[in-house]
């Protein structure tokens, strides 16, 4: 009976050990007993710190998805704003969803399927590979001058429009068609009739008057308002409004610079008005009378020059140079030398034609202008077969000597009206369509790095700007990452570009680096095309053995295309 009792009381102890391990209450996960997700693994029990360690573990993921974000963007490899803005989303989603997990190890699942997702966006990087023959020397906006020296411009300065197939409202598109999309400007509105006489008589727009004297407008355009895009900045965030561009055109313009490209907006198609006044200022020489608006030798008389005189100040000359034969071409279709032999610039005595041409007789004036004289303008309408009329015709062919006076850049017609807002007068009128041609380009420059690189020699100021990496500053989809003279450069995407996030560009400028390099050797060109190590290549006729035309039967017509096949020997 006594061992009964005893092995009893030891069953009992036995148990009340068991239970207590098996209850994790006050002696937890001993021996093997541990908890997951709050619950003992071996016996089922609530762990009571399940809540405190949950929000410890959720902190815990939270630092662990920022740590790891952080540790991609310092380790030097470059990544484009599409793929940062994915980066960030990713994490933000991470730790929302961390926020809501009930367990930790759906926190731990989360942390781990979001680094996997993070590795996944940033080995997304598409790479075009390509080449030049010489890379540019000089990609200022106001003073390039090749082609190569261009080729920035069409990833790194957005102009205020530019042309692409046009959409429907499904977002198709339509076969055919194009349109403009605004860029750098919102907007572009024509307010020539917005105007009054005071504003035309100032800017020098001719126009009508009514029998009350009240201004007749113009028909055609000549007063633009540009709308600038808020969104525009430099690459490094710096803004870009409207003092950028009033800054930066007068730079273009500036009369001591003498920029190369100055005449994009002192003459063709959107000269500004009082640009080439402005871009002179200061200047003396000789210049052609009908740049100077004389229309006539008469009108150029009537203000004081002569023919033939002793003052080389007032002298008409006769000046017969490439820039005279450059302005015969425009009006006549045939420069200097074609004229010097056309029939019609044959000089007629008494009706009857002679040998001598007119441009053929005073040919010195080729090499050097020479005083205009009177027999030179009788000779001119002795050329009856041309039906000539000297005193009209004549000023393309006649300089004289000119001093610009100083001036102003408020006499240039381009006014700021606003922070984000421009007023463009032109010179002479342009339709809309045209308008938009001339601004699918831009001229802003960073001033900062403008001025720092500015020199002078003697009286003439240039600027370094635009001449190596340091020196160029982005505003478009792409920004110069490295340059490298005579080994190439790469660009990347410009996270700073307003297009990232403007909601009208999605899916456009997805190659996120351009790498270029130097190479002249077409059998290299080609070799590493095959390789696959260039993108695309030029052949030559060497380098294209064999020619097939396919014929391909379309709505009844047949059309021969040919088709290259490549073939190396």
């Known amino acids: 009976m006594k061992k009964i009792k005893l092995l009893a009381v030891v069953l009992a102890v036995l148990l009340l050990c068991t239970v207590g391990l098996a209850g994790c209450v ?253 871009y002179m200022a200061g200047s003396s020489g000789l210049f052609n009378i009908s740049e100077l608006g004389f229309e006539s030798i008469t009108a150029a008389k009537a203000a004081g020059y002569v023919l033939g005189g002793d003052d080389a100040t007032k002298t008409l000359m006769l000046d017969l140079g490439k820039d005279t034969s450059a302005r015969l ?7 200097v030398a074609f004229l010097a032999t056309y029939a019609g610039f044959k000089i007629y005595e008494d009706g009857v034609a002679t040998d001598v041409n007119w441009f053929k007789k005073y040919e010195a004036a080729i090499a050097n202008p020479i005083p205009l004289t009177q027999e030179m303008i009788d000779d001119y309408n002795k050329c009856t077969a041309w039906k000539p009329d000297a005193d009209k015709e004549l000023p393309l062919m006649v300089t004289a000597h000119y001093t610009f006076p100083q001036v102003n850049f408020d006499t240039v017609g381009l006014v700021k009206t606003g922070e984000y807002e421009l007023v463009y007068v032109n010179a002479n009128p342009v339709t809309m369509f045209y308008f938009q041609i001339g601004m699918s380009s831009n001229w802003i420059v960073y001033e900062d790095i403008y001025e720092a690189q500015k020199e002078t020699t003697d009286t003439l100021v240039t600027t370094k700007y635009g001449t190596t990496k340091d020196t160029y500053v982005s505003f478009g989809p792409y920004k110069l990452a490295s340059f490298e003279d005579d080994k190439g450069f790469t660009l990347v995407q410009n996270e700073k570009w307003f297009g990232w996030t403007d909601g009208k560009h999605n899916n456009q400028y997805q190659t996120t680096h351009i790498k270029c390099q130097v190479l002249s050797d077409q059998n290299t060109i080609l070799q590493m095309f095959e390789k696959g190590e260039l993108y695309g290549t030029a052949l030559t006729a060497d380098d294209v053995k064999v020619r097939l035309f396919f014929t391909i039967v379309e709505d009844n017509h047949n059309l021969h295309i040919p088709f290259l096949l490549q073939h190396r020997s």
């Not at 380790?75 to 989603?93: F, I, R, W």
């Not at 750098?184 to 008057?209: C, L, R, V």
């Not at 000549?222 to 730079?251: F, H, R």
């Open 329 to 335: 071409d425009d009006a006549f279709g045939a420069d």
């Open 26 to 278: 006050k002696d937890p996960c001993k021996e093997g007993h541990t908890y997951v997700d709050g619950v003992c693994s071996v016996c089922g029990e609530p762990d009571p710190d399940f809540a405190t360690n949950l929000a410890t573990a959720k902190t815990t993921a939270g630092t662990a998805i920022d740590n790891y974000l952080a540790a991609k963007l310092a380790n030097g490899d470059y990544y484009s704003p599409v793929q940062k803005a994915e980066m960030n989303t990713l994490v933000a989603d991470a730790k929302a969803d961390v926020a809501t997990a009930t367990t930790t190890t759906g926190i731990n699942t989360i942390v781990a399927e979001g680094k996997t997702a993070m590795d996944a966006i940033v080995s997304a990087t598409y790479t075009e590979d390509t080449y030049m023959g010489a890379l540019p020397t000089n990609f200022n906006p106001h003073t390039w001058e090749t082609d190569a020296d261009n080729l920035f411009a069409g990833y790194c300065e957005p102009g205020f429009v530019d042309i692409g197939m046009a959409v429907d409202k499904d977002g198709k598109v339509i076969d055919g068609e194009y349109a403009w999309y605004y860029e750098m400007a919102t907007a572009i509105t024509d307010i020539t009739d917005e105007q009054d006489k005071a504003f035309f008589d100032k800017w020098g727009i001719e126009y009508d008057e009514d029998e009350e004297g009240n201004p007749v407008l113009p028909e055609e355009l000549y007063v633009y308002k540009l709308t600038l895009n808020p969104l525009a900045c430099w690459e490094d965030g710096t803004p870009i409004n409207a003092d950028t561009y009033m800054y930066s055109m007068q730079q273009y313009l500036n009369p001591a610079m003498k920029n190369y490209r100055a005449n994009n907006y002192w003459g063709g198609s959107t000269a500004i008005a009082g640009a080439y006044e402005y």
